[in-house]
């Protein structure tokens, strides 16, 4: 089939899965994102507000952590999409990794020792730990959509909703952590951080369990086929649309990591406290389900495409208002947080959506489907930029004069008044670039389905 753009019959792929299964996945992402956000979050002030690890220190094991699990994440990729049981390929693993990780998130958050070499060690241990055993989860956890149907409006429709619901749980974790860590002794005590983390990784347990049991996946491969490590990595690296999504969503994940981190010394240093973080969190969670649900309406009028243009837009102005507006005008701070944060949750959805688009383009192009290694591609590029903000973050903190617990000088305040706003802005501007060679339109897509399952029925599957 030509790469030129073609208009396609619209014939809509059987629907495969049920209300329940939907539900389970959706559930699931209670569990899975509450006890990654805390861990996501709120380890990086742990660590230099608990722990007091110093920056350098901070930053070599951000960089190393995000750099290793990356890689990690291609290997898991491919151990998912070889995995076969009587549960499937993915199912396994959220069944398994899901507490494990639960766990391990738990007891990262303890301060060993009153010895800073203890301390350095058992925080760089559990770091890359916490790592790794979320990668084992994650993976399997966002392939389930392109296995559960491939059925393109159903999966997007899954998609949809758990990514609503994932924003407003880790809405709900941004709102309450902060009165929390009050309520248990306040953000200076490991205790209360543990307290917490103790009992979200006792939830995150249940909704795995949950949703182990509930999912199915109906999109299976032939028995008969064994997995090609070599074709996989080829639909990968041929994968033009796949390139120019990830590039996108990386640059556009820079900005929102950066801004999710800088949160929090932003609301302590420079608007008054973690009181307002409380307000902030509260108004972006519904600003990011409302976001949510605007892709999954605006999906059925405009291209994919299109609204990944409109959203950044949307982004950058809102950061650029704030800019200029200075931290002082907390009303509006809150009315740009509303905006940006209506714009981050369907950008997050959008990504997800074409992503899984480029799961057929891959089978198209190697004969052999890979939601694994695909899906791995988003989770290294998040973890990536999880670490090129945290490199950015010890670098901002350490050169500017940060003091934990202390006020800040009007340079350090400065700071992280632009990095949360005007280089966030910048960096969004340039992670939009690669859409426009973005080439996989709806009406492509469809044909693909056509020839893939023409394929399928010369094949007798």
């Not at 701070?333 to 950008?347: K, L, R, T």
Request: net charge positive.
């Amino acid at each position: 089939m030509s790469e030129e753009k073609t208009t396609a019959a619209a014939v809509e792929e059987p629907r495969m899965s049920n209300k329940k299964e939907q539900l389970g996945h959706a559930l699931g992402v209670l569990g899975h994102d509450s006890a990654y956000t805390v861990w996501a979050t709120w380890m990086t002030p742990f660590l230099t507000d608990v722990v007091m690890l110093p920056t350098a220190v901070l930053g070599i094991l951000l960089a190393f952590g995000r750099v290793f699990d990356g890689l990690n994440d291609l290997f898991m990729g491919s151990l998912a999409d070889r995995t076969r049981s009587r549960l499937g390929r993915f199912r396994p693993w959220i069944l398994r990794a899901g507490p494990l990780f639960c766990i391990c998130m738990a007891i990262s958050f303890i301060v060993p020792s009153s010895n800073m070499i203890v301390r350095i060690i058992y925080a760089s241990v559990m770091y890359l730990v916490v790592d790794v055993v979320f990668t084992a989860v994650d993976i399997p956890f966002w392939s389930m959509p392109a296995a559960m149907t491939s059925n393109p409006k159903e999966r997007s429709s899954i998609i949809g909703t758990t990514q609503t619901t994932s924003s407003a749980i880790t809405g709900v974790i941004g709102i309450v952590m902060p009165l929390a860590l009050s309520y248990f002794g306040g953000a200076g005590k490991w205790s209360a951080y543990f307290t917490i983390a103790s009992i979200v990784a006792v939830f995150g347990i249940i909704m795995y369990v949950t949703c182990a049991k509930m999912v199915k996946e109906h999109v299976v491969p032939p028995a008969s086929e064994k997995f090609s490590l070599k074709l996989g990595v080829k639909s990968v690296l041929t994968n033009k649309p796949l390139l120019c999504v990830q590039i996108c969503n990386a640059v556009g994940l820079l900005a929102m990591i950066m801004n999710g981190t800088f949160n929090y010394y932003y609301c302590q240093y420079n608007l008054g406290g973690l009181e307002v973080m409380s307000v902030l969190s509260l108004i972006s969670t519904i600003a990011t389900v409302v976001g949510s649900v605007l892709f999954i309406f605006l999906s059925r009028y405009i291209s994919k495409k299109k609204i990944m243009f409109i959203l950044a837009g949307g982004y950058i102005a809102a950061r650029l208002t704030h800019y200029f507006s200075g931290w002082q005008n907390l009303s509006i701070i809150f009315v740009c947080s509303a905006i940006s944060g209506i714009c981050v949750g369907a950008f997050m959805v959008s990504v997800m959506a074409m992503m899984a688009d480029t799961i057929e383009y891959g089978e198209w192009k190697t004969g052999q489907r890979n939601e694994g290694m695909i899906t791995s591609t988003r989770c290294f590029v998040t973890k990536l930029m999880m670490a090129v903000s945290g490199v950015i973050v010890a670098f901002v903190i350490g050169i500017f004069g940060y003091v934990p617990g202390t006020e800040q000088t009007l340079a350090t305040q400065n700071a992280f008044h632009t990095m949360m706003t005007l280089v966030c802005a910048g960096v969004m501007l340039i992670g939009i670039i690669p859409m426009f060679f973005y080439s996989l339109t709806e009406d492509k897509h469809a044909q693909i389905m056509e020839e893939l399952a023409a394929r399928k029925a010369a094949r007798g599957e």
